[in-house]
């Protein structure tokens, strides 16, 4: 299953977390390494990962005649709100690794970037 992603990169919250990466799309803004682990656990753990990432709104067509970047190999996504019973909110943990690689440090390096991020699911290595 292939699923985008489109949108400007941002940092957003969670009512708790204020240091998370968003993504505001023409549907509003999503907190990525959430929306990915939601499809992660529908369509399985084995992503290849291509992105683009602009300083102006681009097309799909656009981006493809411009430098990408491909990543390969088992995934793994987190987004857990951690709570207590005393004391309430206390932090929110966030990952999303790609074949060894920490694709939420490298797209944080593009805050305020337009992204178009295309991610093919699988249950297994191809």
């Given at each position: 299953m292939k699923k985008k992603y489109?949108?400007?990169l941002q940092k957003t919250s969670n009512e708790g977390e204020d240091d998370l990466l968003g993504l505001?799309?023409?549907?509003?803004?999503?907190i990525l390494a959430e929306e990915i682990e939601n499809h992660i656990d529908e369509y399985g753990n084995f992503l290849t990962v291509k992105y683009?990432?602009?300083?102006?709104?681009?097309?799909?067509?656009e981006a493809i005649e411009m430098w990408?970047?491909?990543l390969f190999g088992k995934s793994d996504a987190k987004y857990r709100i951690r709570c207590s019973d005393l004391t309430g909110y206390l932090w929110t943990d966030?990952?999303?690794n790609v074949g060894g690689h920490n694709l939420l440090d490298e797209l944080k390096g593009y805050?305020?970037?337009y992204l178009i991020l295309e991610i093919e699911y699988s249950k297994g290595e191809k």
């Open positions: 489109i949108g400007w505001d799309t023409e549907d509003g803004l999503i683009f990432i602009s300083d102006k709104e681009i097309t799909e067509t990408a970047r491909n966030e990952e999303l805050l305020h970037k």
